[in-house]
């Protein structure tokens, strides 16, 4: 009988580990995998759509709030019934802990993000190293999130894994869109964690003819606003908000930019890169695994760096031609297939053991 397993996170709202589950889980189903989705929060997203539409079972606790112990009690009664448990992020990843204790299921844990707020407080440490340390194996996205995640549990044992993110390179490079000329695109969040700001703020040292697209939504955007009309720049970023047609939105442009001020992998950059474009990016674990020497990298918030470096690759057409040739070679090593397969094998692996 195929392995039952149950990815557990607390909503398919927009993000790098929503966006992984809505290409991982219909692949997984393809391939033959009993594979569910549990999630805390229903949101009716592209994401949620995409996992329902590939025959993949959503099962939700319609949560008020993320932080209600008592759901651990409602997950304990739904995760009997599979063989492994796959948490998502911090709050699948402590209430799968509680719940699964005294049950023989195995338990998986994904890492999505070199950095977090918990880690500042050390009094939280033992407490972490507990929850943790019910789970058989705890994959991190990159090399970089692996290492902090070690650091900060003072672990280094076999229950670690580097699996890296993944896409469909095959349908991010087959599409085709007319491109917008001297056109910059950001796709990603508008969270404390990205920095959006910067580039906004790099505008005003660009030709005038040099336009910007932000895609995301969130609770840094309306500041986002702020800051272009201060720059006096707000005539030429363009804020495009939550979209579905994303892919073509990076196919249109003529370099993405992904800056931020930590980052678990880079998703948006590979998917830049995928379709072909330059990709600048703020020198930071995570996405320097995916961009460094192919792309460029800038020291976060350093305006100047940026401005000079997207003038650079607008002016030399032969520096422009081969960084994107050698953008979508490097996509091609994080295809999705190669994911699915090692996750699948991880799965395997902790059932017989």
């Not at 580990?17 to 391939?31: E, G, I």
């Not at 340390?133 to 705890?138: I, M």
């Not at 720049?233 to 001020?261: C, N």
């Not at 997207?310 to 081969?322: E, P, V």
Request: glycine share 6%.
């Amino acid at each position: 009988m195929p392995v039952k397993v149950l990815h557990v996170i607390s909503s398919l709202e927009i993000g790098g580990a929503q966006r992984l589950l809505s290409d991982l889980l219909p692949l997984q189903k393809q391939q033959g995998l009993d594979v569910s989705l549990l999630v805390l929060r229903s949101e009716a997203t592209d994401f949620s759509k995409k996992i329902a539409a590939a025959g993949v079972p959503i099962l939700s606790l319609n949560a008020q709030s993320y932080r209600n112990p008592f759901l651990a009690i409602k997950i304990r009664r739904i995760i009997r019934s599979y063989d492994v448990i796959h948490a998502h992020l911090v709050h699948a990843l402590y209430l799968c802990s509680f719940a699964a204790r005294g049950l023989s299921l195995k338990l998986v844990y994904t890492e999505h993000s070199t950095y977090n707020n918990r880690r500042v407080h050390f009094i939280l440490r033992p407490i972490e190293r507990w929850i943790y340390g019910r789970y058989q194996k705890l994959i991190s996205i990159s090399p970089q999130t692996q290492q902090g995640l070690q650091r900060w549990l003072q672990a280094d044992d076999d229950r670690f894994l580097v699996i890296n993110n993944g896409i469909d390179t095959k349908l991010f490079a087959s599409i085709h869109q007319e491109m917008i000329p001297k056109s910059l695109i950001m796709v990603s969040r508008f969270v404390p964690s990205k920095d959006q700001k910067t580039v906004i703020r790099a505008m005003q040292l660009l030709d005038k003819d040099i336009t910007l697209r932000l895609v995301g939504d969130g609770e840094t955007l309306s500041h986002c606003k702020q800051v272009a009309k201060a720059c006096k720049v707000d005539d030429r970023v363009f804020f495009l908000g939550a979209r579905t047609d994303v892919a073509e939105l990076m196919a249109g442009s003529y370099i993405g930019i992904q800056s931020s001020r930590w980052e678990g992998f880079g998703l948006a950059a590979l998917e830049m890169m995928a379709v072909g474009l330059p990709v600048i990016a703020t020198d930071v674990d995570g996405l320097k695994q995916v961009v460094e020497g192919v792309g460029v990298l800038f020291p976060v918030g350093d305006v100047v760096a940026l401005s000079q470096t997207i003038q650079a690759i607008m002016g030399d057409k032969t520096i422009y031609d081969r960084m994107s040739r050698l953008s979508k070679e490097r996509a091609k090593g994080y295809d999705m297939s190669l994911l699915v397969s090692e996750y699948s094998e991880v799965y395997k692996h902790i059932c017989v053991c």
